[in-house]
């Protein structure tokens, strides 16, 4: 793929466009230093606060260059809310994230306390998990030098790599976090009254502030009479577990998952209860008067916020949205929701990385999971679900673990290429993704726990937990490959639907409150690992639907050349973002 528009094209310069070098000089106002390529002296421009949004338009309009900046986060949204929009940039903390723990490179960057994070404080204890979301403060300010001894760093690291995939992967992530600030800006189209609606209908009406809403009012004067303690509190779970058990109902905890299996009167309006009460604290009227303004839910998402490369959100809770408020994102007047999802998006990335003919094959088609039925490996959808999800999140007990030995007769490729993810993990080894991105190495109590397990003196506990501890790092490894090139996949899918949907003609119909970059465009609204959803003008649905299955197939074109293998998507048009029961 050419360097054309956004797209995730290499970040080295050659037969690119010039790299635009952005800082702010001690003296606070901003400098920018153009480079043809790496090696050429810079061009350097110096102006004021005020005059960077205007040096910025004029040098986006002349040049398109690569706007590289320490990050995209606090550079981008004042261009977006004075109507700039970039095509290309390089995010110097992103990227340093990436490339500073790479174990593929020659000469991996250095360790900088001053780039590890936004705020140039090193945290080396930190040992994020699988799932944890990394929190980025506000930007530091550096002099335009440091800018361009970290970008030319970052193209030795580069350079150094033994294929071209870990730039696509930088300049990915950064065209990632040109989105996110993108989607921030335009937000997702939010139906105040429909939410209220909702929540009146659940919940009944909104309560005085530190009441509960009168249908959990209810529900706890029930549960109440089914435990016989009408002063119970059922938002406590110690003072709850003690009345279940003082009942007969002897659960090890509260969760939804425990009490469903319990026959007991109280069950049903429990379950209810928790159910209004995970709705009321997390989506409840506290929260729309919090995130929602001007029709727009405009959260902040997180790009690689997750070890694997998965976007994370710092606010608003973007990727947890309940299913049953999403009739709530609802489309401006002469405008509609175009929504896609990816079905089985982990499993069939599995496919592809390990070259699996059996797997792909049973990748055919839009559900993975009767496939695998078909393969003969298990009997039922359930049974395939369950055995697959087991492989990928490394599954020893259950019935997860009682089907995944099944998958390793039928998909030996697929299998062997997490178990072997495994074993490097429980071994104190990095694995990586397909394009490069590395797991993290085991922290410093990991170590000394397995250096002690070792020893001649030994007990039988301290090797228990350090083979505990090896066992969690190998399942940690074994889903960090697949779900690292999955976030790899939506990542050039999201490049490839913006670039896409940039060539579109305005709308005949604006959409005021989407801002003065998204207002007559249709644009990307709304990302969750394998679901997009863009806002676009009534006569340009068929267009944009389009564009999301063709950025898709281009998607796995890119990451997986000459291979085939089927990403199917589930389009949908319609004016609210409701999913079916």
């Not at 030098?145 to 992967?169: H, I, K, Y």
């Not at 049974?383 to 697959?388: D, L």
């Amino acid at each position: 793929m050419s360097d054309a528009g956004d797209r995730p094209d290499a970040v080295t310069p050659a037969a690119g466009p010039p790299h635009a070098l952005v800082a702010r000089a001690p003296s606070g106002r901003w400098v920018i230093a153009l480079h043809a390529d790496v090696d050429a002296a810079g061009v350097i421009t110096e102006v004021s606060e005020r005059d960077l949004v205007p040096q910025v338009r004029e040098l986006e309009q002349r040049l398109s260059p690569r706007w590289t900046v320490r990050s995209l986060r606090t550079f981008y949204p004042p261009l977006l809310a004075a109507g700039v929009r970039v095509r290309r940039a390089h995010d110097l903390l992103l990227c340093h994230a990436i490339l500073r723990d790479t174990a593929s490179l020659s000469h991996p960057l250095p360790p900088s306390g001053r780039w590890l994070r936004a705020d140039g404080v090193e945290d080396a204890a930190a040992q994020p998990s699988l799932f944890d979301a990394g929190a980025v403060s506000a930007e530091r300010d550096d002099g335009i030098d440091e800018v361009r001894a970290q970008w030319r760093g970052q193209l030795t690291a580069l350079a150094s790599a033994p294929d071209s995939r870990l730039a696509l992967l930088c300049a990915a992530e950064s065209t990632g976090a040109l989105i996110a600030e993108e989607m921030t800006a335009a937000g997702l189209p939010w139906s105040t009254a429909a939410h209220h609606g909702i929540l009146e209908q659940q919940l009944g009406p909104r309560p005085l502030r530190g009441a509960r809403p009168a249908r959990m009012a209810v529900l706890a004067a029930e549960i109440g009479r089914c435990l016989e303690d009408p002063t119970l509190n059922p938002d406590s779970p110690p003072r709850l577990l003690r009345a279940l058990h003082r009942a007969g109902v002897f659960v090890d905890s509260t969760s939804r998952w425990e009490l469903s299996r319990v026959e007991h009167p109280v069950v049903a309006p429990l379950l209810e209860y928790k159910k209004l009460a995970r709705l009321f604290a997390a989506n409840g009227w506290a929260w729309l008067d919090e995130w929602v303004h001007d029709e727009r839910f405009r959260p902040i998402y997180l790009t690689g916020g997750v070890v694997t490369g998965r976007w994370a959100s710092s606010g608003g809770g973007a990727l947890q949205i309940p299913r049953q408020l999403r009739s709530a994102v609802r489309a401006d007047a002469g405008w509609t929701l175009v929504d896609a999802d990816v079905a089985q998006l982990e499993p069939r990335m599995l496919a592809a990385m390990s070259r699996d003919s059996a797997m792909v094959e049973a990748a055919r088609g839009r559900d993975l999971y009767e496939g695998v039925v078909r393969s003969g490996a298990v009997a039922t959808r359930d049974e395939a679900k369950y055995a697959v999800l087991g492989a990928m999140y490394g599954a020893t007990t259950g019935k997860s673990g009682q089907l995944v030995p099944r998958l390793r007769t039928v998909y030996p490729r697929a299998m062997g290429l997490v178990d072997a993810a495994a074993r490097s993990g429980e071994q104190g080894g990095v694995v990586s993704t397909l394009l490069g991105r590395s797991s993290p190495r085991p922290d410093d109590a990991w170590r000394l726990a397995q250096t002690q397990a070792s020893g001649p003196d030994a007990a039988g506990a301290e090797e228990s937990r350090a083979r505990s501890r090896a066992r969690d790092r190998g399942r940690f490894t074994r889903n960090f490959i697949v779900q690292g090139t999955a976030a790899e996949w939506a990542l050039l899918w999201l490049a490839e639907v913006r670039h896409r949907l940039m060539a579109l003609p305005p709308a005949s119909v604006p959409a005021a409150a989407s801002g003065p970059v998204f207002r007559d465009r249709a644009h990307l609204a709304f990302f969750l690992h394998d679901e997009v959803i863009v806002h676009a003008p009534i006569e340009q649905a068929e267009a944009v639907a389009g564009i999301l299955r063709d950025a898709a197939d281009a998607a796995t074109a890119r990451l997986f050349p000459g291979f085939a293998i089927d990403v199917p998507l589930d389009v949908h048009v319609a004016e609210d973002a409701a999913k079916g029961a």
